[in-house]
Every structure is written in C-alpha cells, then in structure tokens.
C-alpha cells in the first residue's frame, strides 16, 4: 500500500503513486479483460508503433469528493467519446465507450482512499492512455493496443490557482498544423508545445496562447486550455480545426446558455482583445485560469485585461458554478456527473 501521508490542500499538479491502475489489451481483434495492477511500469517490445512513431493517445477527467461525501465524476461519457475520436485520428482501436466507463469506475473505487476529502480544493485526476504496442520498423498502425487507466491526487494545474496570470502570444511556434492533430489529444502535440511554453515560462508567462497555424490571425488555444474571453457581456471562444474540443468549454458554454449570457463559438481575430473584458483559460487541470494581461511579443501589443488582477464577474461566476456542480453543493440538472456511491 502506497503512502498516504498527503497534505491535501496543498498538492501539486503532478505524479502521485496510488494503490492500484488498470489496464486492457487489444490483441486478435478484441478487447480482453481488465486487469487490476499495482505495477507503475509497463514492459514493452522495443520496436512497438508508441515509441517510435507515436501512436499514442490520451484523456483527463476528475473525480470529486462531494459535500454529502459522495464520490462524483464529471462528465466520463464525453471523454469517452473524445478517446474514441483521437484513436480513429491516430488510426488506433477504438476503446469502447463502455469499457472506458467501468474502467474509469473501477480505478476510481480500487483507489478511493486517495480522494481529495471535501473543502481541500484537490481532486482525483483521472489519466487514461492508449498506446500502439505491436512491434514495427515500418510507419504502420499496430495491430495490438494497450489502454491504462492511472490515478493521482492533484491541486491546482497553474500554481496561482483562481487568480489571475499572463500570457503570450509569440509567432514563431506552431504547436499543431492548420488540418493536423490538435483536435486529437495525443501525445505528440504536447511535446511539440514544450519548447514555446519554456520559452513563455522563462519570461514569465504562465502559457502561450497560440494563434492559428494558418494566418496567425484568430485565437487558437492556450496551451494544455481552451481559451475565452468575455465581449460585450457574450462569452466568445474560438472556433477552430486545430484545438481541442473541451468538455469543460462545452459546460462552461452550456452554463452560460442556462444563465441567460450569449455565447459564440467563432474565430477571433486577435485584434478584438482590445475590447474583451474577462478572459480565461479553461480545462480539466485548469478549471477556469483567469488572465491578467496578454502580451504580443511580435508587435509589442498589451492587452490588459483585468486592471486590478482580481478575475471578472462572469469568470467568477462560471467558476463557482462549474465547482458547485462538480462538488455536488449545486444541482446537476444536465446529468454531468457519474455518481459513485458506496466508496
Ligand atoms: N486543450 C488542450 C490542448 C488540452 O490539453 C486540454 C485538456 O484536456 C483542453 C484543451 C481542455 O479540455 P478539457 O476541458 O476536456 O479538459
Ligand atoms: C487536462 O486538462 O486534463 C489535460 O490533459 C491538460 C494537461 C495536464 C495536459
């Protein structure tokens, strides 16, 4: 049994060692059974498709201690379909949707110890992935697959947490091509954003909002985020082939529809931060990041979005819905979560 000696308020975005992950192979045309493993290493032929030319996949979704001591895991079903949509990208096997459900409910119950208790701001960070594992010199899709499902308990991804933080726009870094992989999440596109988010930590950003690959005209992504701003009251988020389609911009979308504020899902020129007034980053890890002020540093343009630092009044408000419902303190009346009772 692993160490449970955890300062729960205070953990990192990072590794923690649980107890238990599970896996599944594909081999012969079908899915087998799921296998519980207390192993933290995988053995893998040398020549296999992930090492070698990247076949590789992946998701990230939380399970949440509730306010009535309820375990609850938000919105399973989507990443379940997102991990079906980047395998038939990456011309991998499908994990079917259900086998990733009862294998997300059972890593979560077999390592129930290591959920964050209510009111510490933690989470349980869910981290399926798939790999190519047949051996092949050839660049072909393999014929074999493995799926694991691997836990750790984990705070806040930007370490400022719900506070407001800069970012920047640099040109000379694409991290996806205009019709390539980004709107799959595989590994690949996360080591091609290693060296402009380096670059943007050095000089002290904490991401890069990246533009599109084709015109560097519009608004893509932020780093490991989606990205919004808020216009003349509407929320507004890009529209492109080259992000990641999130579940939590979907909500955030959906909550805002459920509140009465407009929400388009558009291109954005970069010039139009001039006039937005709250802007965030937003995913599993970052939940909503508030940005502060966003740096051009191709044409020295500075956008300051938030003058006194403190995030906007609908950021806020999306935040502490989003976090409601999550924690079961707000009622779920879209069927977000799956609700784990017993653990
Ligand atoms: N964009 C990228 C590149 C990401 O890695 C993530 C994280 O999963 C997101 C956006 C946000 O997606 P989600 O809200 O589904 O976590
Ligand atoms: C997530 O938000 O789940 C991510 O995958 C982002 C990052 C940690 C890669």
């Known amino acids: ?55 590789e996949i992946f998701e990230g979704l939380k399970a949440f201690r509730g306010k009535d001591g309820k375990v609850r895991v938000f919105r399973m079903r989507e990443n379940a379909k997102r991990i079906r949509s980047s395998a038939e990208g990456l011309c991998m096997q499908p994990v079917p949707e259900d086998l990733f459900c009862e294998m997300v409910e059972k890593v979560v119950r077999l390592n129930a110890r290591f959920i964050p208790p209510y009111g510490s701001g933690a989470s349980l960070y869910i981290r399926p992935l798939e790999i190519g594992i047949t051996p092949s010199v050839g660049v072909k899709s393999s014929t074999e697959y493995l799926f694991i499902i691997l836990v750790s308990p984990v705070g806040p991804y930007f370490k400022t947490g719900f506070k407001p933080t800069d970012i920047c726009i640099m040109r000379q870094y694409d991290r996806v091509a205009p ?25 002290g950003y904490s991401a890069v909002l990246y533009l599109d690959p084709r015109e560097k005209k519009y608004l893509d992504e932020c780093g490991p985020a989606n990205f919004f701003a808020i216009k003349d009251g509407k929320y507004i988020t890009p529209a492109s082939d080259s992000i990641l389609p999130s579940v939590t911009n979907k909500s955030l ?39 502060r002020e966003i740096d051009d540093l191709d044409t020295g343009d500075k956008y300051v979005v938030s003058a006194d630092g403190e995030p906007g009044p609908i950021s806020t408000m999306l935040y502490n819905k989003l976090r409601g419902i999550q924690l079961g303190e707000e009622e779920d009346v879209h069927g977000w979560n799956s609700v784990f009772e017993g653990i």
């Open 1 to 55: 049994m692993k160490d449970l000696n955890l300062d729960w308020a205070n953990l990192p975005f990072g590794y923690i060692p649980t107890d238990y992950n599970v896996r599944c192979r594909y081999a012969n045309g079908k899915w087998g059974e799921i296998e519980v493993s207390t192993s933290e290493t995988v053995d893998l032929h040398i020549a296999a498709t992930c090492l070698h030319y990247g076949q």
């Open 179 to 203: 019709k390539g992989t980004g709107r799959w999440k595989t590994g690949g596109n996360y080591a091609a954003s290693l060296m402009s988010g380096n670059h943007a930590h050095e000089l």
């Open 253 to 291: 979308m959906q909550l805002c529809d459920d509140m009465g504020i407009d929400v388009e899902a558009r291109h954005i020129a970069v010039d139009e931060l001039k006039e937005v007034t709250e802007a965030g980053a937003c995913g599993t890890a970052a939940v909503i990041s508030p940005v």
